[in-house]
Every structure is written in structure tokens, then in C-alpha cells.
């Protein structure tokens, strides 16, 4: 039994500035399936949003994000963040943060769907060295105590330890240590939620392999909402190379001028949408899937060698090495790019506070549906996101009391045996992927939808009964959550009788006259 303050699970953007936030006051543990910088934070490559130029205002912001929610983002939720925006740029520079400048001033981009250059980066791996920063500052801070390698296994909650307290109650969370194969019991008056989103629920994603949903699908197992699950981004541009894994080609490639091509050197995208390769995201991501089908092609082309070879260089050093490596010179030949899933915009339903349904229960970050997004997101809103919510979840648990440690018990495996066939579960794994990517992808039908939640109905029946009889292990874990967000995503999506934003339906091929979210909400 360890006990804590607080517990934040997922050590990402937002799980580390909540700590930092916290660790003045209160006692905090960190815990992250793998080590403190494996998640999707460290991936980010276009920056952060916020209103630091001459001519931008927090209106234009708040209306470019709004524009790019179609028609479902919150406002209030919208002008908190924005407004909270840039004290969370002065904050990463007070730490440390690098970002890059020029004559002395932070040098903005632009990316697709902002009507204004407020994107601050550090050159094209903004997320690594934000991250680098914030696990150096956690390291040397007091108070923070990092369990790296320890998975979520379930949160523990006043309700199904049958304790008669109303509300239902959030006690803490057991996790399975990989290095001692043991369930540890974590004991806390508060709990973070943190754990990023579910990209590798599709087949193809930019996302790193922890993203498989789990803070999204222990909620839903506690009892709360979720929220707009039916909006899944899936970034346009994703390197496509048979060697690599999906290497993601950032926004701000077409924010300085990349054009996007068919094989043929034909450009696309003006006869798709007027704003052309600076259309948001849902937009240029339908348009190469409809090209790529309608030509039979693997992939298309994204060419930014007009632009001089310092110029590339200096604005793009991560992506011309990398693919350099590869064999493709940037500075004079276009790149291979597909489509993949990237960004999860609905999640666990929270307050402005970060507050779940659950009592000592926050979320933040990719995993929570605070409202902001909407429909879509809109380009580098994620990151200041985090920080945001970080901030202000941080400081509604400091302004709460901590009540004395409840009793909780032990996790109990006295009645399991070790699995004999660990087989079923990557297989399992390889279908949830690849019928997700097929019938749950960019562009959907009723009978797709219907085919995926048939399989889905099939797949936790099998899952649930590994999960009651064998020893867990990380593989089933995820593998459990994957299948709930799967779920998730199915019944959100089949509940939406328009197309919207990232969710487009070849049935209800019209947007409704009115917005209203996807609410789900668990039966037990």
C-alpha cells in the first residue's frame, strides 16, 4: 500500500505540469506505463497556440477554434483556455523551455485554420523539448515521487467497495509494477487522470504505443461520462514508408507554403476547399482520402521544395534528417504522406476545473472532453490545453481538504493462473486495429459501424473472460481498454445522424441545423 496527496497517472504535458503545480503543497506521485518521456507530448512537432502577435486578439483565436469545432465547442471552455493561454507560454520559459526566437522575439508560425501567425515552437520538435524540460524540473523537484513501468490496472472507488457514501468516491487506483509482476495498491484523496488518448485503436496512427486509451476506459469502468468519443482527428499528413513507423509531418510544412500533390505533380486541394492545404485538418484529411481511393493510389505527396534548402533546413531540421535517412531529400523532392489517426477530441466529461463525475476524481489533457474542441481541433490547441486544465485542476485540489486515508484492500488474484496462450491476445489486438481502421475510419456507414460493434460484442466477451481467470499482464490491459474505447467510439458515432466536423457519415451525409455533443453515460 503506498499513500499520496495526489495521484497523477500519465506523465505527458499535462500530467507533469499538474505535479509541478501540486508539489509545493501536496505530496504527489507520478505513474506512467513506461518511462516519464515515452508518451504523445514528446511527439508534438508544431507548437503551442497563443495570442502573443500584434493584430491577433483572443477573439480571433476564440472564432478560428470555434470555426474548426464546427459548430460543438463550449464557448465558455474555449475563451478560459485562450485567455489562459499566454501565462501558460510565460510559464514553459520561466522553467526553461527553449523555444524559438527571432531578433529577440518568440517567432510565431502559422498552421492550417488560424487566421494569425500565434504558434510558438521550437523549431519542428516543440513537444520534445517542452518535455525534456518538464521531466528534468520533476526530477529535482521535492515531493514528486515518478513510478515509471507501472500500468493502470483500475481506479478504486467507494462504489464497488459497497461503502454506503454518496457521491461515488474516487480512493485511488491499483497499477501493475512490471518489474516485481506484482498490483500495487495506490491510496490517495485525489487522482489525475492523465494518460493521453487512443490512437492505436486504429491501425495506422502517429500515435506512440502507449496511446491505447486507458485513463478514457477506467473512467468509463468507474462510472463517468464520456463525451464526443465519435470525433477521432486523423492527421493528413503522415509520413508513408514501408520502414518506419507512422512518422508524422507537421502542419506548419503547409503553413510555410507545402503544397500537397497527386503522383502525376497535379495539386488537389483548391478544388476541395478555398483555403487549400490551410484548410483544418477534417477537410485536407477527407480530400486525400478521396483522392488516394478515386486514383487507387497508397499514398500522395507533400512538396515544400519550392521553398529555398536553408529555409527547409532551419524551419524543419527533424523532418529533412529524418527522412533523409530514408532516402528522401525534402529540400528537392516531395514526401509520401497519408493519413492516420492522431488526435482523440472527446473523452472523460470534465468541468472547467478539470473535475470528472467521479468525487476526487480530474482529468486533463487528450484523455478529458473539456469542450474546447468541438467537432475538430483546431491546430497546436492541444498542448496549451493540457497546461491550462493542469493549472486549474492543481488548483481546485489545493483549495480542497484532504480528508484521512479510507481503508482500501489489496488487489486480490488468489483465484487466477498464469495464461497459456498469450497468443489470442495480439491477435485480438491485430482485429481491433484493422476493422476499427476499416469500418470506423475517415468516412463511415451504418453498416460499417454495425460490422465493427458486432466484432467489438464478440471480442469482450473474450477479453473479459482472460481478464476474470489469468494473471494481467500490460498486453491485456491495453488490450481490455482498447476494446471499451472501441466501443465507445462505435456507439458515439452510430448515435450521430449527421456529418460533422472529424465525424462524416455517407448516410447522413448533411450537418444538422442544431449541435448537440454525444453523451454516454455507463448503465452500472
Known sequence: MKDFDVLIVGSGLAGLSAALHLAPTHRVAVLTKRSMNDGSSGWA?????????????????????????????????????????????????QLGVPFSLEEGQLHLTREGGHSARRIVHVTDATGAAVQRTLIETVRRTPNIEVFEQHTLVDLITSRKLGQPSEPNTCLGLYALDEATDEVITFRAPQTILATGGAGKVYLYTTNPDTATGDGIAAAWRAGCRVTNMEFIQFHPTCLYHPLVKSFLITEAVRGEGGKLLLPDGTRFMPAHDPRAELAPR???????????????????????????????????????????????????????????????????????????????????????????????????????????????????????????????????????????????????????????????????TNKRLER?????????????????????????????????????????????????????????????????????????
Not at 477537410?283 to 507533400?302: N, Q, T
Not at 466501443?487 to 442544431?514: K, N, T, W
Open 45 to 93: 512537432q508544431g507548437g503551442i497556440a497563443a495570442v502573443l502577435g500584434e493584430g491577433d486578439s483572443f477573439e480571433a483565436h476564440v472564432d478560428d477554434t470555434l470555426i474548426a469545432g464546427a459548430g460543438l465547442s463550449d464557448l465558455e471552455a474555449t475563451r478560459f483556455v485562450v485567455e489562459h493561454a499566454p501565462e501558460s507560454i510565460a510559464w514553459l520559459r
Open 282 to 444: 477534417d477537410v485536407v484529411a477527407r480530400a486525400i482520402d478521396f483522392e488516394m481511393k478515386k486514383h487507387g493510389l497508397d499514398c500522395v505527396y507533400l512538396d515544400i521544395s519550392h521553398q529555398p534548402p536553408e529555409f527547409v533546413r532551419e524551419h524543419f531540421p527533424n523532418i529533412h534528417a529524418r527522412c533523409l535517412e530514408l532516402g528522401i531529400d525534402i529540400t528537392r523532392e516531395p514526401i509520401p504522406v497519408v493519413p492516420a489517426a492522431h488526435y482523440t477530441c472527446g473523452g472523460i466529461h470534465t468541468d472547467l476545473e478539470g473535475r470528472t463525475d467521479l468525487t476526487g476524481l480530474h482529468a486533463i489533457g487528450e484523455t478529458a472532453y473539456t469542450g474546447l474542441h468541438g467537432a475538430n481541433r483546431l491546430a497546436s490547441n492541444s498542448l496549451v490545453e493540457c497546461m491550462v486544465f493542469a493549472r486549474a485542476a492543481a488548483k481546485d485540489i489545493k483549495a480542497t481538504p484532504l480528508p484521512a486515508p479510507p481503508e482500501v484492500p489489496p488487489w486480490d488474484e488468489s483465484r487466477v493462473t498464469d495464461a497459456d496462450e498469450s497468443v489470442v491476445i495480439s491477435h485480438n489486438w491485430d482485429e481491433l486495429r484493422r476493422f476499427m481502421w476499416d469500418y470506423v475510419g475517415i468516412v463511415r
Open 452 to 524: 465493427a460493434s458486432h466484432r467489438i460484442r464478440l471480442l469482450q466477451e473474450e477479453i473479459q473472460e482472460f481478464y476474470a481467470n489469468f494473471h494481467i499482464t500490460r498486453d491485456l490491459l491495453e488490450l481490455r481498454n482498447l476494446v471499451t474505447v472501441a466501443d465507445l467510439i462505435v456507439r458515439s458515432a452510430q448515435s450521430r445522424h449527421e456529418s460533422r466536423g472529424l465525424h462524416f457519415s455517407r448516410d447522413y451525409p448533411q450537418m444538422a441545423d442544431v449541435a448537440h455533443p454525444t453523451i454516454l453515460a455507463p448503465t452500472h
